[in-house]
């Protein structure tokens, strides 16, 4: 039989960034939830992604996860004051510029293309050619041929954020458990509590944030959720001559100075199912990658090699809010390639609709049943 409380007001299933923001939000509003993880709280891609907070590019940005990602920002930047006071954990939110690197002229192109839209949604950035490039960073590899500079993107550590959402819940009464959620309880089409190995809560409200595992819930819910895993791998490196710019980047790659001390630096994208192992395939990706725009890093030290999952959906935007023909099931997932830029409006705005039915975030087309009509 499960230990503790055997009924709960709401129970989320994952401690991942969406499940923990959801438990922070439900406690905003008065609402004690149990957040049941199998693992531990960020033991997924919410402990290991790289804490971008990239608004400025990236797949989805062209549809509603644009005005929801901008909100998101706008929370990241009222939560990380008030998370840091009730939980003592400094999240490191900061600004960095980024410099994209063009290799030929169909990144030129595409970079152009970023830069007036961009310029369109209030971004500074600035276009610097070949020449401008070296000087900005001497190390730069020879294939480079110009880049766009963005200001003021923000970047923050993923893990942290996680946690202090958990613990800052924990302290108004949400409770945290160990625990395998195997299916849920039914009257009819209204929930009932959520079954785990070992026992059941009962509960009239669930969240579901499975992240990727969101792609069984068809079994629980009867309701198809197109989240596919898509692996991600990252090499954390020392390097004794870094480059002198905080974020390189390059057609969907990275190298990014961390509080850490290490260059971080991926990342590869793979449909391996549920598969979550470093491989030696993946690490020489990157570093062949990392080497073309930065030689130097040739020489650098692999300190750590992670690999986790993104929960990605067919249009790369998240899903939240009821789901549709059930009562008191909600869903919370799909953050996809940008899971912790959306996580604080992924829990508000499911927060908001487990206690009140709307939320005034830009949430109505990023419900389920997008992917139900037709
Ligand atoms: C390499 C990489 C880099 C990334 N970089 C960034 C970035 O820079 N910026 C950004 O915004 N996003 C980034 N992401 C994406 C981001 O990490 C994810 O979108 C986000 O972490 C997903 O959060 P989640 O809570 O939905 O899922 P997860 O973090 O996967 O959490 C889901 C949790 O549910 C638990 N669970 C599943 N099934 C059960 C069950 N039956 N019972 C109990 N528990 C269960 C799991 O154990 C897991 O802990 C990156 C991802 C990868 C892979």
């Given at each position: 039989m499960t230990q503790g409380k055997t009924s709960a007001e709401v129970v989320i299933v994952g401690g991942g960034i969406a499940g923990c923001a959801v438990a922070y939000y439900l406690t905003t509003l008065g609402v004690k939830s149990i957040v049941v993880e199998r693992?531990?709280?960020?033991?997924?891609a919410s402990g290991f992604a790289q804490g971008g907070l990239y608004l400025?590019?990236?797949?989805?940005?062209?549809?509603?996860l644009f005005p929801f990602a901008t909100e998101s920002v706008r929370l990241h930047h009222e939560l990380y004051p008030l998370l840091k006071e009730e939980t003592?954990?400094?999240?490191?939110l900061g600004s960095k510029s980024v410099l994209a690197a063009a290799f030929d002229d169909v990144d030129v192109g595409a970079l152009h293309a970023r830069h007036t839209w961009q310029t369109e949604r209030g971004f500074t950035s600035n276009w610097l050619d070949e020449k401008a490039v070296r000087e900005l960073e001497?190390?730069?590899?020879?294939?480079?041929i110009g880049a766009l500079v963005t200001e003021d993107t923000w970047v923050l550590e993923s893990d942290v954020l996680t946690k202090a959402f958990m613990q800052a819940a924990e302290k108004h009464g949400a409770e945290f458990r160990i625990g395998n959620v195997e299916g849920l309880e039914w009257d009819g089409d209204r929930v009932t509590g959520v079954r785990l190995s070992d026992g059941a809560i009962s509960c009239p409200s669930v969240v579901l944030?499975?992240?990727?595992?969101?792609?069984?819930?068809k079994e629980w819910?009867?309701?198809?959720?197109?989240v596919q895993p898509i692996k991600g791998e990252i090499l954390r490196l020392r390097s004794k001559t870094p480059p002198v710019t905080p974020h390189l980047a390059w057609h969907d790659s990275y190298m990014v100075k961390k509080p850490d001390g290490l260059l971080w630096t991926g990342t590869t994208e793979d449909e391996a199912g549920f598969d979550r192992d470093p491989t030696e395939s993946g690490a020489q990706r990157i570093m062949e990658g990392a080497a073309r725009i930065?030689?130097?890093?040739?020489?650098?030290?692999?300190?750590v090699h992670t690999a986790c999952l993104r929960p990605v959906t067919p249009d790369n935007t998240p899903i939240v809010g009821a789901v549709p023909g059930k009562q008191g099931v909600y869903i919370a997932t799909g953050?996809?390639?940008k899971g912790i830029l959306s996580g604080p409006a992924i829990g508000k705005s499911v927060a908001d609709i487990v206690v009140h039915?709307?939320?005034?975030?830009?949430?109505?087309?990023?419900?389920l049943d997008r992917f139900m009509n037709g």
């Amino acid at each position: 039989m499960t230990q503790g409380k055997t009924s709960a007001e709401v129970v989320i299933v994952g401690g991942g960034i969406a499940g923990c923001a959801v438990a922070y939000y439900l406690t905003t509003l008065g609402v004690k939830s149990i957040v049941v993880e199998r693992e531990s709280i960020a033991s997924a891609a919410s402990g290991f992604a790289q804490g971008g907070l990239y608004l400025m590019s990236g797949a989805g940005l062209d549809g509603p996860l644009f005005p929801f990602a901008t909100e998101s920002v706008r929370l990241h930047h009222e939560l990380y004051p008030l998370l840091k006071e009730e939980t003592g954990l400094d999240t490191l939110l900061g600004s960095k510029s980024v410099l994209a690197a063009a290799f030929d002229d169909v990144d030129v192109g595409a970079l152009h293309a970023r830069h007036t839209w961009q310029t369109e949604r209030g971004f500074t950035s600035n276009w610097l050619d070949e020449k401008a490039v070296r000087e900005l960073e001497p190390g730069i590899g020879p294939e480079v041929i110009g880049a766009l500079v963005t200001e003021d993107t923000w970047v923050l550590e993923s893990d942290v954020l996680t946690k202090a959402f958990m613990q800052a819940a924990e302290k108004h009464g949400a409770e945290f458990r160990i625990g395998n959620v195997e299916g849920l309880e039914w009257d009819g089409d209204r929930v009932t509590g959520v079954r785990l190995s070992d026992g059941a809560i009962s509960c009239p409200s669930v969240v579901l944030a499975l992240g990727p595992w969101s792609a069984h819930l068809k079994e629980w819910i009867g309701v198809d959720v197109p989240v596919q895993p898509i692996k991600g791998e990252i090499l954390r490196l020392r390097s004794k001559t870094p480059p002198v710019t905080p974020h390189l980047a390059w057609h969907d790659s990275y190298m990014v100075k961390k509080p850490d001390g290490l260059l971080w630096t991926g990342t590869t994208e793979d449909e391996a199912g549920f598969d979550r192992d470093p491989t030696e395939s993946g690490a020489q990706r990157i570093m062949e990658g990392a080497a073309r725009i930065f030689p130097a890093i040739a020489d650098a030290v692999i300190e750590v090699h992670t690999a986790c999952l993104r929960p990605v959906t067919p249009d790369n935007t998240p899903i939240v809010g009821a789901v549709p023909g059930k009562q008191g099931v909600y869903i919370a997932t799909g953050g996809g390639r940008k899971g912790i830029l959306s996580g604080p409006a992924i829990g508000k705005s499911v927060a908001d609709i487990v206690v009140h039915g709307k939320t005034d975030l830009p949430a109505e087309p990023l419900g389920l049943d997008r992917f139900m009509n037709g």
